[in-house]
């Protein structure tokens, strides 16, 4: 299920439990200005930086890499040469989207830096002095509120404001040296490695500075003494790191069993890495909360719930081909995962005119729409605006084996793109640099051709299904690339041979899909069973002159505070939302609902008189009703409503037996019975045959 959260900008904005991450980096966006950036500079978004030890010729420099996959790529273009001696630390800033360093600028003393990762500039912010006076600060860390954490060579452990130079001790070390040190945002701790060949990795209390040990890890490759000190964290219970002194490796830690992964020799950094700052922003804009009025019904209910303040629930968009006009559509469904409810929604999103598209989705972290369009014979990638049906162009897309043949497109949840292509080839993406990278090749596993592609995201796997007709589902890991078999269906529709391009994840092991080719059907997959449901043909139940080309799923899970309403609440109300995407995301946003009830049936109801007490007989009723109480006081009245809250009938009495009322004028529907009597009054709700 992909999760989105439209909030609607210049550019469509999106807001994606499997990966967490940092909030609020500063990445183009429509909706929330770079006001923070550096000179105006915007950093890459799953940008890994890593600075050296050994000034050569350069010593800093721009790795993209995406923690699902472990994808690692080198930007040879954002290699700088700053001007500084020694790096002693570095980390991203994620509450005011700045890159800070502690540099020793030649004078013997350590300084804390702003850091502008694009054009190398440096502005020194003065000495960084420790609580007890050491001047030898280690290491570094920044938490998501932008508190600065540094270790110093004394063993001290500090908080730092940048801004007054002030240190303030949180505790001492739990082992000597101050050599690595990362913020743990999903679990809000301090992750301390210290020691050489086999360091130890602890945890940190950031309030109490308490700490403990979790473990020692083993430097895949590693000869000599070889340090942690780059250990940064990723999110997800996984660490990257890397070594100093000439130890040249980059590898994962699993900070729950301290289990490591060799990723890559830092060269061509000609020297190993002293420190990393990682930039990965999917909160970087978050969903909308739409203002509602809603009114209060006959039967006292008041019509509430995550749709009517949140405008992405349940959205499943369509790419069609146009059959007889040659236009591509975006149409709009409201599908619920749950129970395979399908609707039309809106009939048509956008047109994006004659060019034939074959794939969109969106990126959860740039929070960006992204398509895949015929270009002149190839196809390429484009930004896609599902406002205006504009779209930008971002690259050609060809398959480290040439192949200009794209199929499809999906995102993980980290905001690597994988694209399939004809061939069978499936590349990896990166949008920094615009370069494609060898991924996978499902063409080796017998299912050549490259047609479905989507991210499951409760088991942290792509989804690639091929064939006519008997499709065949299998999984590509993301960690190397591997495949393996999921199920094989038969596409329900008649054996038209039509291929399951538009696969797409929803959730509960189930993928919902459709067929070009002749092929009208929206169907789901059981990915346990491999049962093909068909639950909709556009064609049919829709009136459109289509084939869907492709399907991208908009899902969320929205808890409420107020989550109801009663007549008490008349008037305006504020509603705080929270929202969990599939990647465990959190956000929240806040709406202002106004209820309404402009045919006072609240006004007919006062909760002071038990209204089970009263028995109305029979309901429905024909001609007579019978009224019978067993209330101690007697009945002064009973007055009948319509639905509009015009009244119908009304009959004055004081007493306590029973009643019959001639409702044979009244029109078949549903009435308000309103009793009055001395102790209030009560509603009952009647249905007249």
């Known amino acids: 299920m992909k999760k989105l959260y439209l909030s609607m900008c210049a550019m469509l904005m999106i807001g994606s439990a499997s990966f967490a991450t940092n909030p609020a980096a500063p990445i183009e966006d429509d909706c929330a200005p770079n006001a923070a950036t550096v000179g105006g500079a915007v950093i890459p978004n799953n940008s890994l930086y890593a600075i050296t030890f050994i000034d050569a010729a350069f010593n800093f420099g721009r790795f993209s890499y995406f923690p699902e996959s472990d994808g690692l790529f080198y930007d040879s273009g954002a290699a700088l040469n700053v001007a500084m001696d020694t790096p002693f630390a570095m980390d991203y800033n994620p509450s005011d989207g700045l890159v800070y360093a502690i540099l020793d600028n030649g004078s013997g003393t350590r300084n804390f830096h702003i850091l502008d990762p694009v054009s190398g500039a440096i502005t020194d912010l003065g000495a960084v002095v420790s609580s007890s006076g050491a001047t030898n600060p280690s290491a570094m860390a920044i938490g998501t509120d932008g508190t600065v954490y540094i270790t110093f060579g004394s063993g001290d452990l500090d908080s730092y404001d940048p801004g007054s130079g002030t240190a303030t001790n949180i505790g001492a070390l739990p082992a000597g040296g101050g050599s690595g040190l990362t913020y743990d945002f999903d679990n809000d701790r301090l992750i301390y490695a210290s020691g050489t060949s086999d360091p130890s990795i602890f945890e940190i209390n950031t309030t109490t500075g308490a700490s403990s040990l979790l473990f020692n890890i083993v430097i895949p490759g590693a000869a000599g003494a070889c340090s942690a000190q780059a250990i940064q964290y990723v999110g997800n219970g996984k660490a990257i790191s890397s070594s100093t002194f000439d130890c040249s490796i980059i590898y994962t830690i699993d900070m729950a069993t301290g289990a490591t992964a060799s990723l890559a020799d830092p060269n061509p950094f000609d020297g190993s890495v002293k420190q990393f700052a990682y930039v990965n922003a999917s909160t970087a804009s978050g969903p909308a909360c739409n203002d509602a009025t809603v009114e209060v019904q006959s039967d006292l209910s008041i019509p509430f719930n995550g749709g009517t303040i949140t405008n992405s629930i349940n959205n499943l968009y369509a790419i069609d081909l146009n059959a007889t006009g040659g236009v591509n559509d975006v149409h709009l469904y409201n599908y619920d995962p749950t129970d395979d409810a399908i609707s039309v929604k809106t009939p048509v999103v956008t047109s994006t005119g004659p060019d034939q598209f074959f794939a969109m989705d969106y990126h959860p972290i740039e929070n960006q729409v992204y398509i895949l369009q015929n270009d002149g014979g190839a196809r390429s990638l484009y930004l896609f605006d599902l406002d205006t049906g504009g779209t930008t162009l971002i690259d050609a897309m060809v398959s480290p084996g040439a192949d200009v043949q794209a199929q499809d497109i999906t995102f993980g949840s980290d905001g690597a793109l994988y694209v399939t292509f004809q061939s069978g080839e499936i590349g990896l993406y990166d949008l920094s640099t615009n370069t494609m990278n060898a991924f996978a090749d499902v063409g080796a596993a017998g299912t050549a051709g490259g047609v479905g ?130 990647a465990g995301n959190v956000y929240t946003c806040t709406a202002n609902v106004i209820i309404e009830d402009p045919s006072n049936f609240c006004g007919l109801s006062v909760d002071e008189f038990d209204a089970s007490a009263i028995v109305l007989y029979p309901n429905p009723a024909g001609d007579q009703l019978q009224i019978q109480w067993s209330a101690n006081e007697p009945l002064e009245s009973v007055q009948i409503f319509d639905i509009t809250g015009k009244q119908v009938l009304t009959q004055t009495m004081n007493q306590n037996a029973g009643l019959t009322l001639d409702v044979s004028e009244l029109a078949t529907g549903l009435y308000m019975v309103k009793f009055q009597s001395s102790a209030g009054t009560a509603v009952k709700r009647l249905i007249k045959q």
């Open 453 to 582: 592609l989507t991210y499951d995201f409760d088991n942290n796997r792509l989804l690639h299904a091929s064939g006519t007709a008997n499709i065949d589902v299998i999984a590509v890991a993301l960690s190397d690339g591997s495949v393996s078999p999921v199920t094989s269906f038969t596409v329900p529709d008649g054996g038209c041979g039509g291929t399951s391009q538009g696969i797409e994840y929803v959730g509960g092991d189930k993928a919902v899909s459709s067929t070009t080719f002749g092929c009208d059907t929206v169907y789901t997959i059981d990915l346990l069973t491999g049962d093909a449901v068909a639950i909709r043909n556009p064609a049919v139940d829709d009136g459109f002159d289509v084939r869907i080309k492709d399907l991208m799923y908009i899902g969320m899970d929205v808890t409420l505070s107020p989550s109801s309403f009663v007549c008490d609440d008349i008037g305006a109300n504020t509603v705080d939302v929270t929202i969990t995407d599939y």
